[in-house]
């Protein structure tokens, strides 16, 4: 029953966790978020962002690159515990 578990369940399992970790790479990409934020300043900078939507939107993506920060380093964690 072991042998047949190694062979059917553990690759199924390892590519799930792979799966995985690479749709929360991609959904929490810190530099993407990064160049949003620079993107946001240069709009209100050039005058085609109102300041009130520039501060909104900033304020918006500072938590979305702190979560990303944060589970992002959850993941290098993770990695360093499998190895």
């Given at each position: 029953?072991?042998?047949?578990?190694?062979?059917?369940?553990?690759?199924?399992?390892?590519?799930?966790?792979?799966?995985?970790?690479?749709?929360?790479?991609?959904?929490?990409?810190?530099?993407?978020?990064?160049?949003?934020?620079?993107?946001?300043?240069l709009l209100?900078?050039?005058?085609?962002?109102?300041?009130?939507?520039?501060?909104?939107?900033?304020q918006e993506?500072?938590?979305?690159?702190?979560?990303?920060?944060?589970?992002?380093e959850q993941?290098?964690?993770?990695?360093?515990?499998?190895?």
């Amino acid at each position: 029953m072991l042998i047949l578990d190694d062979l059917l369940i553990r690759p199924f399992v390892s590519l799930l966790d792979i799966l995985h970790t690479m749709a929360l790479d991609r959904t929490y990409d810190t530099s993407a978020i990064r160049d949003e934020l620079k993107e946001n300043q240069l709009l209100y900078e050039i005058g085609e962002r109102p300041e009130a939507e520039y501060r909104r939107r900033k304020q918006e993506l500072e938590r979305k690159l702190s979560m990303a920060e944060e589970i992002q380093e959850q993941m290098r964690d993770r990695i360093q515990v499998k190895r």
